[in-house]
């Protein structure tokens, strides 16, 4: 005679009532969903600005006053944005108070017309002299020296490295590019020489379709590193007062304002998760009652039959644990769907920047999930396994009639 199992048992039971499996199965799977999925994009983002920041270098961004919000929005979203102002800036920037060193860079965006790169990029010119940003990733690429040909990329402008590549009629050679950050200002931007970037505005009006406007005396923005012993904020209060027509943006005030954007974000998804898993777990905890007492002649005559206290109590934890797993499973291969497909839609509405995170984080959350979903089935189970456990067959059997 075959032997009959636990597993199959629960199995042969949870396939009796297919709308009440349902039900369980879909209320667990939001609970999943809802916690990988704002999870997923608040880790997502939180790197993306930590990895940009790091990658940026500089705690301090100095820029024409009245373009402070197309500043801020293009460190975050990425959005290319050219503005200009006069070099000066740069030495009255450096005699500040607490201002350890000081670099400028000159943006300009890159021309839409068959002559040239297609696409929306932003052409950075930076200054090997002083700069302390872009010359730190040399090292990355084994460059020692950067020439006023050379040319360094975003990873999402399609170039590899020992091409050329064409900005307003000047090939450049690709000597490297950057690893994803999640930030356009830098997946999408194009870092040159200074001189380089002067020289091929000079001779745009020859070379292209569109003229570039930009003469050496202008640049787009100081990069400013803080001396020790000053906050970033102290040093940005003291460079808006002392160099009048610009604006400081300390580079910890850009994540602040994203981080508060996702705390609100985070608490509202957090907070209808958590509603919804209390309801769970209530719903599975009145339905495994009702089943309990749906199915007390069963129990009976399972216990008559020689079956143990712990055998019965072994199987209903066992069902709750099939059905929630199930959910939470559900749960997050729906919520992995959804981030993937509305990425771009998710940081277009929130204006902020998005890395994928490694797969070992995201592994790690899809397992949390689905242990998270799994113990709720337990917990919910846990009081109407013991009422079954504590029946005792004669009357079991009586009632259950």
Partial sequence: ???????????RNIRRKLFRTLSIVLSVAVVAGTLFSATMV????????????????ADILVVPEKYEAAARTALVTGEPSTFY??????????????????????????SSFTCCYQGNALLVGFDPATDFSVTSWLSDFSIKKFGDNDIIVGRQIPSMTGRTINFYGHSFNVVGTLA?????????????TMDAAYKMAE????????TITVTPDQISTVLVKVSDGYTPQRVAVKINYAV??????????VISTVKAQLSKLFTYLFTIGGIVWVMALLLIA?????????????????????????????????????????????????GAILVVSF????????????LWPSWTFTLSLLVGCILVSMVTGVLAALYPAVMSARMEPYNAIRKGE
């Fill in 42 to 57: 608040i880790y997502s983002v939180k790197k993306s600005i930590r990895v940009g920041t790091e990658r940026l270098g």
């Fill in 1 to 11: 005679m075959k032997k009959i199992g636990l597993f199959y048992l629960a199995v």
């Fill in 85 to 110: 102002m006069d070099r000066s800036v740069l030495d009255k920037v450096a005699k500040v108070e607490g201002v350890d060193k000081v670099s400028p860079q000159v943006f300009i965006q890159s």
């Fill in 244 to 253: 009048p027509g610009v604006k400081a943006i300390a580079s910890d005030e």
């Fill in 180 to 192: 994803q950050t999640g930030m356009n200002f830098l997946d999408n931007a194009a870092f040159m």
């Fill in 203 to 210: 001779e745009s009006g020859k070379k292209a379709m569109k």
């Fill in 286 to 334: 009145v339905v495994f009652s009702m089943i309990v007492n749906e199915r007390q002649r069963e129990i009976g005559l399972f216990r008559a039959m020689g079956a143990k206290k712990g055998f019965m109590f072994k199987l209903l934890v066992t069902e709750a644990s099939l059905l929630t797993t199930a959910g939470g499973i559900a749960g997050v291969t729906f």
């Fill in 343 to 354: 990425k771009n839609l998710i940081t277009a509405e929130l204006n902020v920047p998005y």
